[in-house]
């Protein structure tokens, strides 16, 4: 399928980021490409599956028992492979303590912003909200961030 | 993957990918291009991306879930039933997307929109005498009727409920609880829309 082989390598990156695990990424990402061409929806582009990849990523790690698992592994195997840890960088262990403490839609911002390096205008054409509702949620996402930083969880 | 951006670097993950794609338009990929040229953080997220040469998993076969069998054709409203249905419509309708997505079902004619807070808000038209109405939504596999009922009578009605997969979700409703009871016998008397 064009569509997939197109399009699929990127999507698997994104989730790959999010969870910090090929093998979660693979499987949220067939299910994804598996969904839109039984409806027949393959002229989606690249920013449609960036959101739907998003919100499909993050139920998986609302899922209590899959962000233990990540919680658990204490970062050792999620270290960012890329120039260095410094920078506000959400990893994929820091995104499931995140989920606990913010709501999906904050979560879904930050995610843009931290872990994809969206600009705020960029959010704001992405999700359909305005460019000051983005920077409100944003703020509220950093407060919980610098809180992480300060102290344990 | 997870390389901070250093100030004064605009190119997302995205953006990079859908240029290394060749989609986006010819001033977009002008401005990545000299992102490019000039910004080493830029060059270091391209060539992380060639670099990753993985394969991608084979797509195994599904079968289609029981109610995708179901005959949705008669579900797409013509643009001029469409026309005819804004017409019921007396409440507020800034908060919609264009009547595109109202679909039409017996007597009844659905919307839905996301609201910003992730709510789904369903909007139901239905004429006068209609007092009872089901409502009941396909989420994925899953199948559920949110607690708030929708009510009718030429007005906007602003549902509540969320759910985890909208891409993957279909809101229908039809004239009296008793007829969303059992879905997968969900007729054309049932109005349907995809959530997305
Ligand atoms: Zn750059």
Excluded at chain 1, 7 to 26: I, S, T
Excluded at chain 1, 54 to 65: P, Y
Excluded at chain 1, 91 to 111: N, S
Excluded at chain 2, 113 to 135: F, H, M, S, W
Aim: neutral net charge.
């Amino acid at each position: 399928m064009d569509f997939y082989r197109r399009y699929g390598p990127a999507v698997l990156r994104k989730c790959e980021r999010m969870l910090g695990n090929r093998q979660d990424a693979e499987d949220i990402v067939q299910n994804l490409f598996i969904d839109l061409i039984r409806k027949g929806r393959t002229d989606v582009g690249l920013a449609y599956l960036y959101r739907a990849a998003t919100t499909r990523s993050l139920n998986v790690i609302r899922n209590r028992k899959r962000r233990q698992e990540l919680l658990d592994r204490h970062g050792e195997a999620l270290r960012p492979r890329g120039m260095g840890t410094e920078g506000e960088v959400v990893t994929a262990e820091l995104l499931a303590e995140l989920a606990r403490q913010l709501d999906p839609k904050t979560l879904e911002i930050l995610v843009y912003a931290h872990q994809d390096h969206m600009s705020q205008q960029e959010i704001s054409s992405l999700c359909g909200l305005s460019r000051k509702t983005v920077g409100k949620r944003l703020q509220r996402a950093r407060v919980t961030l610098e809180s992480l930083a300060g102290g344990a969880p | 993957m997870t390389a901070p951006m250093p100030s004064g670097c605009e190119v997302s993950w995205l953006r990079m990918e859908m240029y290394l794609l060749g989609d986006g338009g010819e001033a977009e990929r002008d401005v990545v291009a000299t992102r490019l040229q000039d910004c080493a953080h830029c060059r270091q997220m391209a060539a992380e991306i060639r670099e990753d040469t993985r394969s991608l998993p084979m797509l195994p076969e599904v079968p289609e879930p029981w109610w995708r069998r179901l005959d949705l054709r008669w579900m797409v409203a013509p643009p001029v039933l469409v026309a005819a249905l804004a017409l019921f419509f007396v409440g507020p309708t800034a908060d919609f997307p264009p009547a595109e997505v109202a679909v039409k079902g017996g007597n009844l004619a659905v919307e839905t929109a996301i609201a910003a807070d992730g709510r789904v808000q369903v909007r139901v038209t239905c004429p006068p005498g209609i007092e009872d109405l089901g409502i009941v939504v396909f989420e994925g596999r899953e199948v559920f009727r949110p607690l708030e009922m929708p009510t009718c009578g030429n007005r906007v009605v602003a549902g509540a409920m969320t759910v985890d997969e909208p891409d993957d979700t279909m809101v229908c409703v039809a004239e009296g609880a008793a007829a969303v009871a059992r879905p997968a016998q969900l007729g054309p008397m049932a109005a349907c829309t995809p959530l997305r």
